[in-house]
């Protein structure tokens, strides 16, 4: 029983009323309840962390945002190139069909020294006896480079008469 | 001491009193405070009142003018196309240069440095760009300016460092540019265009609302540096105008048009047509317009004469005379008829030349040698009304249905109008007028086998999307029986191989065909229209016809309006005939049937004598060839 009075009275002193102004200003002590200490800690680590995500959060949608804007710029840039090579694609199709027309042809192809065809040959797809095999030309050749336009067989140059027509 | 703490006093009393007797009430300075607030809070309701519910639309529509920007996307005119794919009129992006008067700082200055650019004088550009009043604000300065252009005029604004920028108030405008790649190619039949892109003639004009793009808008969000990126973006997309595809050829229709241009000029002629088809569908190959215009100068033409122009052609008409004739009284092309060398008709006399004894003549002969008199007395067989039927339904007298603005549909008289020597003109292509077209599909009858086959000048409209719509044809009718079209091919065979039509004979083809040289109707100087006397006549020559005869693949009529001297058609037209025919045979891969050159009896090479390349003609050989 001494033995449990002296271990007392180290471990916890009695109180004893303080009449003292200096020990009533003193704070007064509190045990520590260690599962809300816990509690806040938690609750600070989790503010913490909301805070954190909502940072990562906001630089997230800051650079999801710029990746947009770079990626609509780049898009603005294709699609003013697109409009410049439809402007392009339309004025070298002008172009080829200049080029493609029938007079500047026949006038490349003067330049180069090109001239009309001939009159062409047709050979007749009769098939003689073998012993007196023919074959029919029924046009002669002509010469290209001397070929004008065929004189005309005129059969009338007669005056027509009253009524007459030809 | 004492006088100052009574001093202190009395002060103090008067403060008292005038506390006491004026008090200030905190409660009003309250409710006047209220008040004020309640006003300011009742301002701010009224005006979010109007923002949100009275007039929302309105600010909206403020504010989005104020950051939004509309930008107009062009929608091209549609092209036109031969049958090949190659563009005849199409429409490429241009821009035009335009002025604000009122904000150019010296016009003279701004023009001597656009001058060279736009190709305008510095006088006409210095008078656009001074404003006439302070409200001239608009001054077009040059349409259809290419990118090059516009390129030099926007580094004018570095070339200068006098302090004033010469292209303040000067502004490039897109807009479209309608070009013709192959110039003045088939100038008649695809027409043109006004400044506004709107179809003045020709298919341009014709097919102006199909061909007519709708244009589009372009919405952008617009900040001070320009456009926001993510900001709105609306786009109404234009729409194209639809493409017309031809049925013309452009190789044949050069062609055509160079050797109309050749044999015009050195046969002195006013003008001169061409039309060709594929008689099977009555597509039009060629339409040719060939005028002598002020300069003196053969050059094709603006205006569509193969449409608008109308001739008495004469003789090839004969060969629809002789048709209906054949198909009423079973006539064959060996049938005999005796022809006198001259007759009386209503009180005119009608000769053939050369002359003739009266004599029996076959009617390949009677065609071949285009026999007036002979013609005469085969369509007097027949009542008129009769005739007048045949001939309506070849077509003549009728617009040809290709809907051209200003045809013509010719004069085919009535019976009841004929009087006197109408009986005898008319059959013989004199009172009667008619187109090139109209000539043409009459002579494809004969082509067709007897069935009229209505001209075609469009083959389709395609829409940018890729929907054609194909030209709807009516239906071929039946003019005249195949026996009657194939007696009547027999006798124009006949025409070319060893008659008035020999020039227009085609190496390697059998070609039937007509001549015709007529009168024209002239004002002589008397004041009244005639034929003019002899050796002062005016003449229409015209040669028609197909090839190959056993088989049609295409047909050709040409025109050549008042050559020079006295003229037949044998000497102008149908080598005409000849050279262009000659070419498109080749170019459309036609093959050829063994028919002799002009003028050539086929040459042996070796062995045993060649027998008329005719003969062997499919179709023909069964009546043992013809022009025997």
């Not at chain 2, 240069?97 to 006088?123: F, K, N, R």
């Not at chain 2, 479209?176 to 039949?189: F, K, Q, W």
């Not at chain 2, 341009?204 to 199909?210: D, I, L, M, R």
């Not at chain 2, 008829?337 to 009617?363: C, L, Y």
Request: charge should be negative.
């Amino acid at each position: 029983m001494t033995a449990a009075l002296a271990y007392r009275s180290q471990t916890a002193p009695v109180r004893r009323r303080s009449t003292s102004p200096k020990a009533a200003s003193r704070p007064r002590l509190r045990v520590l309840d260690q599962a809300a200490v816990r509690r806040r800690a938690r609750r600070r680590n989790a503010v913490l962390l909301a805070f954190i995500v909502l940072l990562a959060a906001l630089f997230l949608v800051a650079f999801v945002h710029a990746r947009l804007v770079e990626s609509q710029q780049e898009l603005d840039l294709m699609r003013t190139r697109i409009s410049e090579l439809q402007v392009d694609k339309a004025q070298l199709e002008r172009a080829v069909d200049e080029a493609s027309s029938p007079a500047l042809i026949v006038e490349r192809a003067s330049a180069l020294g090109m001239v009309r065809a001939a009159e062409p040959v047709y050979l007749a797809s009769v098939v003689p006896p073998a012993a007196e095999s023919t074959i029919d030309v029924v046009a002669a050749p002509l010469d290209a480079t001397q070929q004008e336009t065929a004189q005309p067989d005129v059969l009338g140059s007669r005056a027509l008469g009253e009524n007459e027509t030809g | 001491m004492t006088s100052t703490r009574a001093t202190a006093r009395a002060a103090k009393r008067r403060t008292t009193f005038r506390r006491t007797t004026k008090p200030t009430d905190p409660r009003n300075r309250l409710i006047a405070l209220l008040v004020v607030f309640v006003i300011i809070g009742a301002g701010f309701v009224a005006v979010l009142v109007d923002l949100q519910t009275v007039r929302p639309d309105r600010y909206r529509s403020l504010g989005e003018d104020q950051r939004t920007r509309t930008r107009q996307i062009a929608g091209y005119r549609g092209a036109v196309t031969d049958r090949n794919g190659f563009v005849l009129a199409a429409s490429t992006p241009s821009h035009q240069i335009v002025a604000d008067p009122t904000m150019v700082a010296d016009g003279g200055v701004t023009a001597e440095l656009l001058a060279p650019i736009l190709g305008v004088d510095t006088a006409t550009l210095s008078e656009l760009l001074t404003p006439a009043s302070e409200n001239d604000r608009f001054s077009l300065l040059a349409r259809n300016v290419d990118d090059e252009a516009v390129s030099d005029i926007q580094q004018l604004e570095s070339a200068t460092d006098d302090g004033l920028d010469p292209l303040v108030g000067i502004f490039v405008l897109p807009e479209e540019d309608r070009v013709y790649p192959a110039g003045e190619l088939a100038n008649a039949v695809v027409g043109r265009v006004d400044p506004d892109e709107q179809g003045i003639f020709g298919v341009e004009a014709q097919y102006n609302e199909v061909m007519t793009g709708s244009p589009g808008t372009e919405q952008f969000e617009r900040g001070r540096f320009g456009s926001i990126s993510v900001g709105d973006w609306k786009v109404d997309p234009a729409t194209a105008g639809h493409d017309v595809v031809l049925t013309l050829d452009n190789r044949l229709q050069f062609i055509a048009e160079q050797t109309l241009i050749e044999h015009c000029t050195t046969s002195g002629a006013d003008g001169a047509t061409a039309v060709m088809s594929e008689p099977g569908t009555g597509e039009l190959l060629v339409v040719a317009s060939v005028v002598r215009n002020d300069e003196g100068d053969c050059a094709v033409a603006g205006y569509n004469t193969a449409l608008l122009d109308t001739y008495e052609l004469g003789s090839v008409m004969k060969p629809l005379v002789v048709a209906a004739a054949t198909e009423e009284l079973g006539f064959t092309a060996d049938t005999t008829i005796e022809v006198p060398n001259r007759i009386t008709v209503g009180g005119k006399g009608f000769a053939d030349h050369p002359s003739h004894p009266a004599a029996p003549f076959p009617i390949s002969e009677i065609l071949a040698s285009s026999m007036n008199v002979g013609t005469i007395l085969i369509s007097q067989r027949i009542p008129a009304e009769t005739l007048h039927g045949y001939l309506d339904r070849f077509g003549l007298g009728h617009q040809t249905g290709l809907g051209v603005d200003g045809e013509s549909s010719g004069v085919l008289r009535h019976p009841d109008d004929w009087w006197g020597a109408d009986y005898g003109s008319i059959p013989i292509g004199q009172g009667v007028t008619m187109n090139a077209t109209q000539l043409l599909a009459a002579y494809n009858v004969l082509a067709n086998g007897g069935r009229f086959v209505p001209p075609v000048l469009v083959r389709s409209v395609e829409a940018t999307d890729g929907e054609i719509q194909s030209t709807v044809v009516p239906d071929p009718t039946v003019v005249v029986s195949p026996r009657t079209a194939d007696e009547l091919t027999r006798s124009l065979v006949a025409v070319v191989a060893e008659g008035t039509g020999r020039t227009a004979a085609v190496s390697g083809y059998a070609v039937a065909g007509k001549t015709g040289t007529a009168w024209k109707v002239f004002d002589d100087g008397s004041g009244q229209l005639g034929y003019g006397s002899p050796g002062n006549r005016r003449y229409v020559v015209t040669f028609v016809g197909y090839l190959p005869a056993e088989d049609p693949k295409l047909s050709l009529a040409v025109v050549v309006d008042e050559p020079d001297g006295e003229v037949t058609a044998s000497a102008i037209a149908a080598p005409i005939f000849s050279e262009i025919a000659g070419y498109a045979v080749r170019v459309l891969a036609i093959p050829p049937n063994g028919s002799p050159a002009p003028g050539s009896e086929g040459e042996r090479v070796r062995g045993t004598p060649a027998g008329p390349a005719l003969a062997r003609a499919p179709g023909l050989a069964a009546d043992g060839g013809v022009g025997q």
